[in-house]
């Protein structure tokens, strides 16, 4: 019998529905991409809709290019909103951004210039977006390859007035910070500990892998393995700054049986529960 976990869920993808169906496992909560369920029908949604029956779902979307300069895409809004609308979802998420210019969609999340201007301009979009939806967002952190010599605010600072001047929330992926740090030569923990505890609803764990570019070593945020030992090491940290969290552990390609999931999960739950003991009350 597994134990049931109070506050880790699982990113449900289509290679593990039928066992979903089948073993109900006993997660706290489960994570969609809100994009693959834009359909209005077919067999997607309609294992969605079984699943929000026992489960809790969060959606979380790769393509509202939050930092964009083009027009927020109003299209894509209005399914974001329908699915909100039919799923009810416990949160709704997307990335601190771009991914389209002059109308053109790439297919990664690229970083912004963490500059006042673009402070500015994030703001806007996301109040346009949570007005539109009815509903607060949170915003997650990329994990970056590349920094711009023009950057001025320092990112934690950066998604930290994001959220404390346009009201969404932060997710805060810890995977994204280690891989970051390991590729730009800055301490994570530090980065963790300059966030407001109150506005980080959600994390986010993964898996990384390595390559080499001309003879450095690069991390990349590939979601198709365990979650390192050093990602660990640093969610513990996690949680000792910022206390318990709801936890989703992603794993997008090379997808292991859905009991190795459970067991990444069940590894967060064990964390969060040995590691943070609210202070005791006085008086």
């Known amino acids: 019998m597994k134990s049931s976990l109070l506050l880790t869920g699982i990113g449900l993808r289509a290679a593990h529905y039928a066992d979903f169906l089948e073993q109900r496992p006993a997660v706290a909560w489960l994570e969609v991409h809100s994009e693959n369920f834009f359909g209005e029908g077919g067999k997607p949604l309609h294992v969605l809709e079984t699943l929000r029956r026992d489960y809790p779902v969060s959606i979380h979307g790769v393509g509202l290019s939050i930092g964009s300069a083009d027009d927020l895409n109003w299209e894509h809004l209005r399914k974001l909103r329908d699915l909100s609308t039919r799923i009810n979802p416990c949160l709704i998420s997307d990335h601190l951004s ?12 690229l970083p912004l210039p963490y500059t006042e201007e673009a402070l500015q301009h994030v703001i806007t979009r996301i109040q346009q977006i949570q007005e539109y939806l009815q509903r607060q967002i ?3 952190n990329i994990s970056s390859y590349l920094q711009y010599g023009g950057s001025t605010i320092p990112e934690s600072e950066f998604i930290t007035e994001v959220a404390v001047k346009s009201g969404c929330g932060i997710l805060l992926d810890v995977n994204n910070i280690y891989v970051s740090a390991r590729n730009l030569g800055f301490e994570p923990t530090r980065y963790i500990a300059s966030i407001p505890p109150h506005l980080v609803q959600e994390i986010h764990l993964a898996g990384f892998s390595n390559t080499s570019i001309n003879g450095k070593e690069v991390l990349i945020d ?18 000792k700054l ?26 967060a739950e064990k964390i969060m529960r040995e590691t943070y003991v609210p202070a005791k009350r006085t008086g």
């Open 242 to 267: 910022l206390g318990r969290k709801a936890t989703i552990i992603e794993w997008d390609s090379d997808l292991p049986p859905l009991d190795t999931l459970y067991l990444e999960a069940y590894q």
């Open 98 to 109: 771009w991914s389209s210019i002059n109308g053109q969609h790439l297919h990664d999340l």
């Open 222 to 239: 590939s979601h198709n393995n365990h979650v390192a030992p050093e990602v660990w090491n640093l969610y513990q940290a996690t949680i």
């Open 138 to 140: 949170l915003i997650e």
